[in-house]
């Protein structure tokens, strides 16, 4: 009766030895292959955009934080989109993408509160108007202004909304 209680016990230790033997564990593949990436991170924003006041400020306090704790920072690239949603304008859609504003390069960053690298951006509603190449006349209540920020590693990695 005993030789009966024993061998499922041999059977399952055998089975649990054979299945753990394997060289190609899911934890050896993950760890062999995956990056650390980084964040930009907003501290503080102010001001807003007024299609009254194109003249008014909008500002942003950004932190960066990547594995080395901002050592591999190289430049941070400012894009800004304009999103025509009404077209009604005489030119139809106006919407322009990607169009280059701004470089924040590794210098412009200071060691902040929390010993990570911060850099301060400000712009006005004029100013990304102008990169557009759009005139406050094309611009109309639901119209978006979008910033995007783009991460470059001095290893030649970068980072953007998309790589989230």
Same mark, same amino acid.
């Not at 807003?48 to 008014?56: C, G, I, L, P, T």
């Not at 094309?138 to 979008?146: C, F, M, N, W, Y």
């Given at each position: 009766m005993k030789k009966i209680h024993l061998y499922p016990i041999v059977i399952t230790f055998l089975a649990l030895f054979i299945a753990c033997e394997s060289d190609d564990k899911v934890v050896d593949e993950v760890l062999g292959t995956y990056t650390s990436g980084a964040v930009l991170r907003t501290l503080e924003k102010s001001g807003? +955009?007024?299609? +009254?006041?194109?003249?008014?400020v909008f500002a942003v306090t950004l932190e960066e934080q990547d594995e080395q704790n901002g050592e591999l920072i190289e430049r941070v690239d400012i894009t800004v989109d304009f999103v025509d949603n009404n077209k009604t304008g005489p030119s139809g859609d106006a919407t322009n993408l990607g169009v280059a504003f701004a470089t924040l390069a590794a210098t412009d960053f200071t060691l902040g509160e929390r010993g990570l690298p911060t850099a301060d951006f400000s712009y006005t509603m004029q100013e990304a108007l102008t990169a557009l190449g759009v005139t406050l006349?094309?611009?109309?209540?639901?119209?978006?202004?979008?910033?995007?920020?783009e991460l470059f590693f001095t290893d030649g990695r970068s980072f953007k909304a998309d790589d989230a």
């Open positions: 807003s +955009f007024d299609m +009254f006041r194109v003249e008014r006349d094309q611009v109309l209540p639901g119209d978006r202004i979008a910033i995007n920020l």
